[in-house]
């Protein structure tokens, strides 16, 4: 079963409204979560990392204020995507490392689509 | 700077039969690990195989093995006994071998199992 679950799997919304896709741990405690966004064909790309209790960290060229991060807990990330536009319409998807006697293992979400009309 | 190179669009592969899908990377980090993961036309990314880069030993995980050969950054994935729900996008990932778990994505292998 998954271990990292992603909600909603899928979102419609009209631009300019807000939309918040959430993330979350079963069973594990994660510190540190990851947001990717994927459009179509194409491969994926780290968007930011979700720091639990503190501030995200955004990778270049990704817009802070459009794309708030908030990592309330140890199991919970939520990602809003603010005043949206068809252009952001694209596959969200999370992941979180789960440690284990095997060695790292990142489990990522069941992804969310978003389209922007 | 981490990179992937995935240079593999598409592949084709008789159902019963192995298929090895390309990765090669390269980074300046001295640890790392190396990841392949299925992806499926519903978005999901399946985790497959990971391996570290101090681990001697090639990675298996039931019909899959990675080819791992670190003089030449190279992390080929091995599928054996090909199956038709083996068919999906295919993406090879590095990231840091300890904490932290950014991963950097190839471009995808699609490969297509024919029965």
């Known amino acids: 079963g998954a271990v990292v679950s992603q909600h909603p799997s899928r979102v419609i919304c009209k631009s300019g409204t807000s939309v918040k896709i959430e993330c979350r741990s079963l069973?594990?405690?994660?510190?540190?979560m990851f947001w990717y966004r994927q459009f179509p064909k194409q491969s994926l790309m780290l968007m930011a990392t979700?720091?639990?209790?503190?501030?995200?960290?955004?990778e270049q060229g990704v817009e802070k204020d459009k794309f708030l991060i908030n990592h309330a807990s140890l199991t919970l990330s939520t990602l809003t995507v603010t005043s949206a536009h068809p252009e952001d319409s694209s596959f969200y998807i999370c992941?979180?490392?789960?440690?284990?006697?095997?060695?790292?293992?990142?489990?990522f979400g069941e992804g969310s689509w978003l389209t922007v009309v | 700077a981490q990179k992937i190179t995935q240079t593999q669009p598409g592949m084709f592969v008789q159902e019963k039969e192995a298929v090895t899908l390309d990765c090669t990377y390269d980074t300046s980090d001295q640890s790392y690990g190396l990841f392949w993961y299925k992806q499926p036309s519903s978005g999901e990314m399946i985790f497959l195989i990971y391996?570290?880069?101090?681990?001697?030993q090639n990675a298996t995980e039931g019909r899959y093995s990675l080819n791992f050969q670190k003089a030449r950054k190279s992390a080929n994935l091995v599928i054996s006994a090909s199956q038709l729900g083996d068919s999906a996008m295919y993406f090879c990932a590095m990231g840091p071998e300890t904490s932290g778990s950014r991963l950097t994505f190839g471009e995808g292998t699609q490969l297509t199992v024919n029965p």
């Open positions: 979700s720091n639990e209790g503190s501030k995200a960290t955004y």
């Open positions: 069973d594990f405690q994660a510190t540190t």
């Open positions: 992941s979180a490392r789960r440690a284990g006697l095997s060695g790292n293992t990142i489990y």
């Open positions: 391996q570290g880069s101090y681990d001697e």
